[in-house]
């Protein structure tokens, strides 16, 4: 029973390690990318014609900001295509439906890492006195809203 006892205790030992070694290890540090505008305007214009040609998209705005300064925009192709009216990334108003999903997931994503929102937390905090029918035995939570899980129809 001792020999049992203190195999054990050598096996849990070994796994601790392991286990509190993997929590500790250093993360490899990766150096800031810097953000050349005429890089990216060669990029892009390379890249966006040769996109637009397989899609068969008649126009795209290409904006690149960073820290809330734009370092880069360009328009490319048309808005009208029979007026030959080029896009202007400034002016250009696109219908965006579906894809503003993802715009409004990743603005409430990033209000959850500063910790202004909680997905877990009732809708109804943030609701500013706003009401709402909740017919469901649950209270409505963000996830619920970016999930599309909320029952509303």
Do not use: W
């Not at 490319?76 to 029979?82: H, I, L, N, Q, V």
């Not at 997905?119 to 500013?128: E, S």
């Amino acid at each position: 029973m001792k020999i049992y006892f203190q195999r054990l205790v050598a096996v849990s030992v070994c796994f601790l390690l392991v286990f509190l070694g993997s929590n500790y290890s250093k993360a490899e540090t990766v150096a800031p990318i810097t953000l050349n505008p005429k890089e990216i305007e060669a990029f892009t214009n390379k890249v966006i014609p040769e996109k637009m040609k397989k899609e068969n998209a008649a126009g795209v705005a290409f904006v690149v900001v960073k820290d809330n300064q734009i370092l880069f925009q360009k328009g490319f192709g048309f808005s009208d295509k029979e007026k030959n009216t080029p896009i202007d990334p400034k002016k250009t108003v696109f219908r965006l439906a579906s894809i503003s999903k993802v715009f409004t997931a990743s603005a409430v994503m990033q209000l959850v890492e500063q910790g202004k929102i909680d997905l877990n937390k009732d809708i109804v905090n943030y609701m500013g006195g706003l009401k709402y029918q909740n017919n469901m035995s649950e209270p409505v939570i963000m996830e619920h809203l970016l999930t599309h899980t909320t029952g509303f129809d």
